[in-house]
Structures are given as structure tokens and as C-alpha cells.
């Protein structure tokens, strides 16, 4: 008898102390993260060829590096760029962060590029193989930096990475 | 409804109009249209929905003093402390979550945390707490640390396919930088204080918006898989920046670019 009191007790305490946990949402999102972190610092070198001064290549670079994506790019993309209507292609963005020649609204979270060529690659200061990995994979000049990492992620190819590079450093 | 909504002069706001400039974002129609706005919040319609809302389904301020234990009177200061853990939640939530668990209790099926009866609802649970200092307490036990910690590492995470975080935008270094035509904003107390600021009249969705569906709003453009309102990292993130914006006079609705 005094066993079933106190069990009823028991029960009724648990039935009565509040528990919310189970209806309201809290969804889990760390898969989703896992799945979205990025590959550890890597260093690639310059495939033969790579930088180029050939016209459409570097006008595919400007491209990528003017516009956000191809649904939000206001002209054609040059020749070499095929985008069926119903995808988005990411773009670089790059006019985001940097200043450079013709740039519409750019930033400056990231150094002016105008005039790269001759202030940066005629002194000697930077070189081509640097360029290329800042823009594939900028932690390995800086740990923290605050620029995209473009390579790593697989957002573009290596050709597209020696376009985009070939851009910057030529004369506009 | 308890109180006036305070229409509320958000520093984003002043902010922007600050920058007079052809190089930034809002141009001088937009600013004339703030301006109007400033009078008269177009949130401000939502936010009595929300206080509708509230009195229906949760028994209005007095219910939900009552669900959190507290005097009518200490409901302001108490708000003014969310997100927060709770023993019968056995988690840290947020406010919105709260009156999920409240709506339940009454007997009513919770809104979504996405809808916008949520939105309106939260947007005015929150009011409540108008003119109180944000007074998040994350030393309080193991559980809100852990959320602030949680919050922290999501906050400067690098991920997505431009391997960028909240950080690479949201530091020190780069406030008041401007990223294509947009300065970005100083997230804690001594700028904008996003987390007393928010749910906001969002100008360019033309809608009222929370912070988490501002968190939301920035990993989709920023190129990060966006992670579901009310998971553990969303409500680390809100205690994270809730944290920054420490002492900060909670003035809801904003109103926001």
C-alpha cells in the first residue's frame, strides 16, 4: 500500500514537472556546418602557361572579377563563359574588397588593385606565383586574412584562377 | 497593449545617412524615404499584431510573466536578459522558443519560429523589454557558456565556397570598411548593437525581420550554408552578439536598410 502511494507519487512528480524540450524547435545544424567547413591551407603551384596575355582569357578574368554570379551580371559574359539561364555560376566578386581599373562600387577591405601591374610586378615586389596563391589560397601568405579563399573551395578551376590572375597583372 | 511601442531611431539608420556619397548604397531617395520612415515605423502595424497575438495564444504579458515565474513588474529586466538557460527547457532558448513552449502549453499549435507570426510575436515580446539594458549574463552556468562559446567558434568559423566567416566582415579590423557600396557595420555596444535592434523593419525585404533571420540573411549572400532558426549554433550566435551589445537600451522595432 505504501509502496503504490509512493510510486503514484513518483509518477505524478514526473508528469507534473515541466519538460518544454520537446516541443519547441531546435533543429540540428552541425552537420550542416561540418559539411560547409573548409579544407586546410593549401599550397598549389603555377600549372605551365598559366599566366597568359591573351585577350578572351583575361577578359574571362575581368569578368569573374567585376561580377557576383551570372544572375545578378548585368552585361554578356565574354567569350568562353557558358552559363545555361537555368544556373547560377558563382563569379568572384572581387570589386567587393578591392578597387581596381573600371571597378563599379568597389570596396576597400582589401588593397586597391588599380595599377597592380606597376606598382606590385614591375618593382618586384610581388611575382606571378605569389598572385596566383593569394587569390587559390591567400592563408598560406596570412593566417587570418580576411579575403576568399577561391582555390580550396573549389569555387573555381585552376584555369579560371590563372584567368583571374592574369587580369590583375596585366596593363589596363 | 502595455506601453507605446517606442518608434525607434536605429544608429544604423544614422549611420547610413551619414554617408552622403555617390560610393555608398542608399541613394537620396532611399534617405528621404528613411526619413519618413523614422516617423513612422511601417514595423509598428506588426508589432500590435504581434501583441494581439500575444494576449490569444499566451495569456498576453501577465501569462507570460506568469510562464517565466516573474512578477509583471520584473518582466522587462528579465526579457532584457534572454537568450538564457532554463531548467524546464533543459537548454539555453530564446524568446521566440519560449512562447513556442507557452502556445503549447495553452493548448495551441506553436508557430513556426520562420513564420511571421512568430516574427510579430517575438517583435513584441521583446518590446516589452523597450528602454531596458541588454543584461545577458553568460557567466551565469556551465550551459549559457557553453552557448556563448558554441556562438563564438560559429561566429569565426571559415566555411562555404568563399571560405569566408562573420568574422572576415564583422572584426575590428574591417568595420566601417566598405564591401561593394555597403559599410559594415560594428556588431557590439559601441556601434549598432544588432542584438537590441533587432526584430527590425528590413527597407529592402519590406518586411520585419529577427536577428537569427539576419544571421540567415548574411550566410546566403556571403556564400554560407544557412543553418535552421532555434539549432544551438543560431541561438549561440544570438547569444554571442546578444553578449557584444551588453548594456546597450533595447529599442524594438528598428529599422534597417
Not at chain 1, 62 to 90: E, V
Not at chain 1, 93 to 107: D, F, L, P, T
Not at chain 2, 158 to 167: D, F, I, Q, V, Y
Not at chain 2, 251 to 256: D, R, T, V
Amino acid at each position: 500500500m505504501k509502496k503504490t502511494v509512493m510510486i503514484s507519487l513518483l509518477v505524478g512528480a514526473s508528469l507534473f514537472a515541466a519538460d518544454y524540450s520537446g516541443v519547441i524547435e531546435k533543429p540540428n545544424a552541425s552537420k550542416i556546418i561540418k559539411d560547409d567547413l573548409l579544407a586546410k591551407a593549401t599550397v598549389y603551384a603555377m600549372p605551365e602557361g598559366c599566366i597568359t596575355t591573351d585577350k578572351d582569357a583575361i577578359a574571362r578574368g575581368a569578368y569573374i572579377f567585376h561580377n557576383l554570379n551570372s544572375k545578378q551580371a548585368g552585361q554578356k559574359p565574354p567569350k568562353g563563359i557558358d552559363i545555361k539561364d537555368s544556373d547560377t555560376k558563382q563569379y568572384g566578386n572581387c570589386v567587393a574588397c578591392h578597387n581596381i581599373e573600371k571597378a563599379q562600387g568597389g570596396g576597400n577591405i582589401g588593397p586597391d588593385l588599380t595599377r597592380y601591374k606597376a606598382m606590385f610586378m614591375d618593382s618586384g615586389v610581388r611575382d606571378h606565383q605569389f598572385v596566383f596563391q593569394k587569390i587559390a589560397d591567400p592563408r598560406i601568405d596570412n593566417q587570418n586574412t580576411h579575403m576568399t579563399i577561391n582555390l580550396t573551395t573549389k569555387l573555381f578551376t585552376t584555369k579560371e584562377i590563372c584567368e583571374i590572375t592574369s587580369y590583375v597583372i596585366s596593363t589596363k | 497593449m502595455k506601453g507605446t511601442i517606442k518608434i525607434v531611431l536605429s544608429l544604423t539608420l544614422l549611420w547610413s545617412l551619414s554617408f552622403a556619397s555617390e560610393q555608398f548604397s542608399m541613394s537620396d531617395a532611399d534617405r528621404e524615404m528613411y526619413a519618413e520612415m523614422l516617423e513612422d515605423n511601417p514595423a509598428d502595424i506588426m508589432v500590435g499584431n504581434g501583441s494581439e497575438l500575444l494576449e490569444e495564444y499566451c495569456g498576453g504579458d501577465a501569462g507570460l510573466a506568469e510562464f517565466l515565474n516573474v512578477s509583471e513588474d520584473e518582466l522587462p529586466a528579465y526579457i532584457a536578459g534572454f537568450p538564457r538557460y532554463l531548467k524546464d527547457f533543459k537548454q539555453v532558448v530564446a524568446l521566440d522558443q519560449v512562447l513556442q513552449a507557452l502556445m503549447s502549453k495553452n493548448g495551441h499549435k506553436p508557430f513556426a519560429l520562420k513564420s511571421s507570426d512568430m516574427f510579430d510575436m517575438g517583435a513584441y515580446a521583446k518590446s516589452i523589454a523597450n528602454g531596458e539594458k541588454i543584461q545577458i549574463d553568460v557567466d551565469a552556468n556551465k550551459h549559457i557558456k557553453e552557448s556563448y562559446e558554441l556562438g563564438k567558434l560559429t561566429f569565426e568559423q571559415k566555411r562555404g565556397s568563399r571560405g569566408l566567416s562573420c568574422l572576415s566582415c564583422h572584426s575590428s579590423q574591417v568595420i566601417g570598411s566598405v564591401l561593394r557600396t555597403q559599410p559594415l557595420p560594428d556588431l557590439s555596444a559601441k556601434g549598432n548593437a544588432p542584438a537590441a535592434t533587432w526584430p527590425a523593419y528590413r527597407m529592402t525585404k519590406s518586411s520585419l525581420r529577427t536577428l537569427q533571420r539576419r544571421f540567415q540573411g548574411c550566410m546566403n549572400n556571403a556564400l554560407l550554408a544557412v543553418i535552421p532558426l532555434g539549432s544551438p549554433e543560431m541561438v549561440g550566435l544570438e547569444v554571442y552578439l546578444t553578449q557584444e551589445a551588453k548594456g546597450f537600451e533595447i529599442a524594438i522595432p528598428g529599422l534597417k536598410r
